[in-house]
């Protein structure tokens, strides 16, 4: 039985249609999607999001943070940023990834919470870089 | 009577008005179609979001230390106003109606005792607030419209009211901005965003569809709480998002309506000028017969 997948930015709907599995960035660490799961919902870290049909993956797609929401028959992720790993720029990512260093650099050390914002930030720019480079 | 050159030059201007606003009527309605569209496109997110929130809400219901950007500060002290227009004019009544609104609004908040600030969003509302207000703003966003509007837009406005509201300088924020009805009809309306108020109908639509599809008991990952801290922002920048494509829709819904009218009423006047200068030529005409031939009679 197939699981019904969403992923959704703020600007547009990505992908809508069924697949067997999903495995998507939590937070906490990796998670799969699949049919009769226990509802939950998830934060997302920044990484990539791969669909599985028969055991292989069919499309990869980056998102940038976000949050998941799944039930026994669908999956529905929402996105900061999302797209296709294959569309992504690797010099837009290395630029943002300069400007966030520096930020990072200038930032106050005892301001903890900016620090963690950034922090996130990096990391999901660094996860977006590894994805790209990993597709081309 | 004005002389024939006069007219011609008069209906020779009229003329190239109404080339530009027809012109612009034409623009205005291209981008409408966009305008809706990306609208369109930003539903499911926020319908998405609601369902998600409406689960949290109910989960972490009766906790205490709800965040602010739900639960407000307790307080009703101090109301932040953001009125959204247009960065540009030419869209009849669109913009005029949001200050009217805000400006009712403010006197409203005052005569109560309570302290406004105002967030305008357009130059529009920020030229009209800096001779009206300008003691009340405390920031603003400017330049963006026309244009496709950006997610970032509005999740700078959302960091900017969080920031506020984490500060304790503000306990209740409302939005100001032209609900799109259709092309024609744009309603001002107010939309409080904090404390946040759950759509009673909607709200119910929601916990319907949830009940039917999953009734199981939801994990989550990390805490309730953690997870509603992070989600809350989220909410808030998309419905910032959502009033600014309504009002990006809006602005050129007017300014086609608008235009339109423009257009009509130029041909119109065209109309009417020319009637003179043909009836003003034709009495001339006249006039050097009746010269002439009166010349002729007297030899």
């Keep these: 039985m197939p699981i019904q ?3 959704i930015s703020p600007e547009k709907v990505l992908v809508s249609r069924e697949v067997d599995m999903v495995v998507m960035p939590g937070a906490e660490g990796d998670i799969a999607a699949m049919p009769e799961r226990a509802p939950m919902m998830l934060l997302l870290r920044g990484g990539v999001v791969s669909l599985y049909e028969n055991d292989a993956v069919t499309d990869r797609f980056f998102v940038g943070g976000g949050f998941a929401d799944m039930t026994a028959t669908r999956c529905t992720i929402l996105a900061d940023k999302a797209e296709p790993v294959s569309e992504i720029s690797i010099d837009n990512a290395t630029a943002t990834l300069e400007a966030l260093t520096e930020a990072w650099d200038k930032a106050d050390k005892t301001d ?7 922090q996130d930030k990096i990391l999901s720019v660094r996860a977006e870089i590894e994805a790209g480079s990993f597709a081309s | 009577m004005a002389s024939l050159k006069e ?16 012109a612009m009527k034409m623009v205005a309605a291209a981008k409408l179609r966009r305008a809706q569209a990306s609208a369109e496109a930003a539903r499911p997110y926020a319908a998405a979001m609601r369902r998600m929130l409406g689960e ?22 101090v109301h932040l106003l953001i009125p959204i227009t247009s960065d540009r004019g030419l869209c009849g009544g669109f913009n005029s109606n949001v200050h009217r609104l805000t400006l009712q609004t ?12 105002l967030l305008p969003v357009g130059r529009r509302a920020l030229n009209f607030f800096n001779r009206e207000h300008a003691d009340l703003i405390v920031d603003k966003v400017i330049g963006f419209s026309g244009k496709d509007v950006p997610f970032s837009v509005a999740s700078g406005l959302g960091d900017k009211v969080n920031a506020l509201l984490e500060a304790g300088e503000i306990d209740v924020c409302t939005l100001v901005f032209n609900k799109f009805r259709n092309a024609m009809t744009q309603v001002p309306a107010c939309q409080q965003l904090v404390p946040m108020v759950m759509d009673d109908a909607e709200a119910k639509a929601d916990a319907a569809s949830t009940t039917a599809d999953d009734a199981a ?7 309730e709480a953690t997870l509603l801290a992070m989600l809350l922002p989220r909410n808030l920048q998309v419905q910032i998002y ?5 009002t990006a829709a809006g602005e050129n819904g007017a300014r086609m309506t608008a235009m339109d009218n423009a257009t009509r ?6 109309d009417s000028l020319s009637k003179v200068y043909n009836r003003t030529r034709q009495t001339n005409i006249t006039n050097e017969l009746i010269e002439i031939i009166s010349g002729a009679q007297a030899v």
């Design chain 1, 5 to 7: 997948i969403e992923i």
């Design chain 1, 112 to 118: 903890i919470s900016r620090l963690d914002v950034l």
């Design chain 2, 7 to 22: 007219l011609r030059a008069r209906i020779g201007s009229i003329k190239s008005t109404r080339k530009i606003t027809s």
């Design chain 2, 56 to 77: 949290l809400a109910a989960a972490t219901k009766g906790e205490e230390g709800a965040p602010r950007l739900l639960a407000g500060t307790g307080q009703d002290k």
């Design chain 2, 106 to 117: 403010i006197k409203k908040l005052q005569a109560e005792g309570k302290t406004v600030k």
């Design chain 2, 217 to 223: 008991q939801y994990e989550f990952e990390p805490d």
């Design chain 2, 242 to 246: 959502a009033s600014l494509l309504e």
């Design chain 2, 265 to 270: 009423n130029a041909g119109r006047t065209i």
